[in-house]
């Protein structure tokens, strides 16, 4: 079955210390997305690819970083630059513009700095 | 600047009767707009869509409602169950983008 795969479900981070989330899609969809959920915040942008080595910046980009060298992977990096980054980070994937499909997300990751 | 609003942060019906959710936006450019159903610790799954050229589109118990000259969309949930308890986040698209914008999000608890 197709689908996006979030891992790992749960991770602890100390403070100082950068994490990587891993998100791998076998949808064959082009573009990806990083967001984030906080409660009462609604769903928000970090980051977004429409193609492989290309990235764009969204709405709350600060203290994270990504990378889209394989079209089914896109790894968002927490940094120790992220002053708040205890959330449920949820990544999603589309095909491409042309057609008005929304998108399909994985389970997401919880991330707790301790 | 939100531009998709979900008023009402939490909502409770009883089982059996209509929920209606709310989503309000300010871009008159957008085409597409999308709902999405959410429970804990788990990623949201599509639920129902409607484009702008629509003002209905209606599948099975759900049935979301679209007024452009108020800038406002609404799902239907009848009947409610149980089961409809979750987290409901409308979206909306620019035209010719493939980008959504999501709301805050309306917390539906349905009482049995």
């Known amino acids: 079955d197709g689908g996006i795969t979030q891992s790992p479900k749960y991770l602890f981070r100390k403070e100082g210390q950068n994490v990587t989330l891993s998100c791998e899609q076998n949808l064959n969809h082009d573009a990806m997305y990083w967001y984030r959920q906080d409660p009462g915040q609604g769903l928000r942008l970090i980051y977004y690819s429409q193609i492989v080595n290309d990235f764009q910046k969204g709405d709350i980009a600060e203290g994270y970083s990504v990378s889209r060298e394989k079209k089914e992977s896109f790894p968002l990096t927490v940094t120790s630059a992220q002053k708040n980054p205890t959330a449920f980070y949820l990544c999603?994937?589309?095909?491409?513009?042309?057609?008005?499909?929304?998108?399909?997300f994985g389970s997401g990751t919880r991330l707790t700095v301790v | 600047d939100q531009q998709v609003k979900q008023n009402s942060p939490s909502l409770s019906v009883q089982e059996g009767r209509i929920s209606i959710l709310n989503c309000d936006y300010t871009n008159s450019m957008f085409d597409y707009f999308l709902w999405y159903k959410k429970y804990p610790a788990e990623g949201p799954t599509f639920l129902i869509s409607?484009?702008?050229?629509?003002d209905k589109n209606e599948d099975g118990r759900f049935t979301v409602f679209l007024n452009k000259s108020a800038k406002h969309l609404s799902l239907h949930i009848v009947p409610s169950q149980p089961g409809d308890s979750a987290v409901y986040f409308c979206a909306a698209r620019n035209a010719g983008t493939y980008k959504y914008i999501f709301g805050t999000g309306t917390r539906l608890k349905v009482l049995a």
């Open positions: 409607i484009s702008s050229i629509k």
């Open positions: 999603a994937s589309s095909v491409d513009r042309g057609r008005p499909y929304g998108y399909t």
